[in-house]
């Protein structure tokens, strides 16, 4: 295998790319005709091809790219403007960070991977759009209470029920889409058999976190957030906190974790021992949203529903 990696910096109507260790660099429009042309230009035998993910403005460009069979690296954007003020660059313009990226895979060697299909984009729109609507749904209920007019209080009903409706239609359309996957399905039942885990954590599950079942129990937290980060140096040892991850789905487990430190036996009997060892209530929440993660993982990787243990 070459070792050539190409940077491609993404907007809305162009993106930029970078080759290296040749230094060309080239500007094509973001359709599809300017996709297949940055394949024929790109070459064969390329080690990795970095971007950003720019909503939904990459899609078009990562399509193309994974029907052709090229090998993608996918980095988070605060990773890659670290990664150029690190090496001493502090202009932005779409030129310099589709070098950076370039840079980046290159001096990094990042791992390439398989990129999302159509009905996980689908679902991961969907989703967000849900929680769009419960922020919202959140709002009008507190507006609510400070209300007096009849006429407002009257156009605030009108829209919480629309809310509602609006999210009984989405619920709807994502189970119509896991329910078409066989191998979603499998994983939904798996999910929702876990004390504590409802659907729409099993939403959150499936949606923000697709490896679920293929990595091991350290990735598996990490992936989330949830694993614990050392913070030391010389003699000084700071309090190890969480950090990083996937926040969608670590902000969808901390009810359920509530819910599964009162129900859940095995995960009780875990919450009550940290508790007595004097462990904050938050520090002992946040190792049960770690449980369940890994108990999660461990399932799907298992091919096997919950089961309480036997006393």
Not at 114 to 125: G, K, M, S
Not at 239 to 255: F, H, P, S, V
Request: hydrophobic share 45%; charged share 30%.
């Amino acid at each position: 295998m070459s070792d050539i990696t190409i940077g491609v910096d993404i907007s809305k109507d162009f993106f930029d790319a970078h080759r290296l260790p040749d230094r060309a660099a080239r500007q094509f429009k973001n359709t599809k005709a300017g996709a297949r042309a940055f394949l024929n230009w790109a070459g064969s035998d390329i080690e990795r091809i970095v971007y950003e993910p720019t909503g939904p403005y990459h899609r078009t460009f990562e399509g193309a790219c994974a029907k052709a069979g090229a090998r993608l690296c996918k980095v988070n954007p605060k990773n890659a403007r670290r990664f150029a003020e690190a090496t001493g660059t502090l202009a932005k313009t779409d030129r310099v960070d589709a070098l950076m990226l370039a840079r980046m895979g290159q001096v990094l060697a990042l791992e390439t991977g398989p990129v999302a299909d159509e009905e996980l984009c689908t679902l991961r729109e969907l989703h967000a759009a849900r929680r769009a609507l419960v922020k919202e749904r959140t709002r009008i209920k507190n507006r609510a209470k400070s209300l007096t007019a009849p006429l407002l209080k009257k156009q605030h009903q009108r829209r919480f029920d629309q809310i509602k409706r609006d999210l009984t239609a989405i619920d709807e359309a994502i189970m119509a889409l896991i329910e078409a996957d066989r191998v979603m399905v499998r994983r939904f039942e798996i999910l929702v058999s876990i004390p504590g885990i409802s659907v729409q954590t099993a939403f959150a599950f499936l949606i923000d976190m697709p490896e679920l079942g293929s990595m091991d129990t350290k990735q598996a937290a990490a992936l989330a957030g949830l694993a614990p980060l050392t913070r030391q140096s010389g003699q000084w040892r700071g309090r190890a906190m969480i950090g990083g991850g996937r926040k969608n789905l670590r902000d969808a487990l901390y009810m359920p974790a509530l819910v599964a430190a009162r129900f859940n036996q095995d995960l009780k009997q875990k919450y009550q021992q940290l508790i007595k060892a004097g462990k904050p209530a938050k520090v002992a929440i946040t190792a049960i949203m770690r449980k369940l993660v890994v108990l999660a993982n461990a399932l799907v990787k298992n091919d096997r529903v919950w089961q309480e243990k036997c006393p």
